[in-house]
């Protein structure tokens, strides 16, 4: 089956400055990959998702870009915020299916002001 | 639109109880999941729902049951709680195909097993 690994698994970062987080998976058939945000207390919340036919997608701050060939994906996120602290997971899936997502482990972003 | 709920929010069991952990969307979504949450390991996969009437195991099943109740419900069931079952859980829900839009999750149960 799909394994997904994250890298790192904490990140301190200052207020403004860019967070990158990076995915590699297993299953060379996957072909959907969305990233996850989820804030202490909270559920986990969807805040961008890329398809294997697309290469990089952007939303204000936050963009992910997806190398097939390579077989990993990364969250980039620019001008961080304090509020954009929290754990951030990536998943991968293969669909048409009833899109069953594999979870990394996670990353703790830290923004200090 | 509520969404995904779950409940109850917060359950305290004793060893060898048990006891029904209830999801219900109100997304018309065919796909529903239960996934828990354990400190450095992400979500991992109980059990899912394809659809209505079908049930399949996950990465980590042992302990659980699961029922598919109706195109809206998912429940969860430990018959005979044990500590590791300690956990958060997240019960989920999604569209199918490739207009699939990724999860929608469910605020999440936190169950201490004494």
């Known amino acids: 089956g799909e394994n997904v690994e994250q890298h790192p698994s904490t990140l301190s970062v200052q207020e403004g400055d860019s967070a990158v987080i990076k995915c590699t998976y297993s299953?060379?058939?996957?072909?959907?990959f969305p990233w996850y945000k989820q804030e202490l207390g909270k559920r986990p919340q969807l805040i961008i998702d890329?398809?294997?036919?697309?290469g990089e997608k952007k939303d204000q701050r936050i963009a992910v870009t997806l190398n097939k060939t390579a077989k990993h994906f990364s969250l980039h996120i620019t001008e961080t915020q304090p509020e954009d602290s929290a754990v951030y997971f990536c998943?991968?899936?293969?669909?048409?299916?009833?899109?069953?997502?594999?979870f990394g482990a996670g990353t703790q972003v830290v923004v200090t002001p | 639109n509520a969404g995904v709920t779950q409940t109850p929010k917060f359950q305290v069991l004793k060893t060898g109880q048990s006891m029904t952990l209830q999801c219900a969307q109100d997304?018309?979504?065919?796909?529903m999941y239960w996934y828990r949450q354990d400190p450095g390991m992400g979500l991992r996969l109980i059990y899912y729902s394809a659809s209505e009437g079908t049930t399949d195991k996950g990465e980590v099943p042992n302990g659980y049951n699961v029922s598919r109740l109706n195109k809206r419900e998912f429940s969860l069931r430990l018959e005979s709680a044990a500590p590791s079952q300690t956990s958060v859980y997240f019960c989920a829900s999604s569209e199918e195909g490739q207009g699939a839009h990724g999860y929608t999750f469910g605020s999440g149960t936190r169950l201490t097993v004494v």
């Open positions: 998943a991968a899936s293969i669909t048409p299916s009833w899109g069953k997502l594999q």
């Open positions: 997304m018309n979504h065919n796909s």
């Open positions: 299953d060379s058939a996957s072909n959907y």
């Open positions: 890329i398809r294997s036919n697309v």
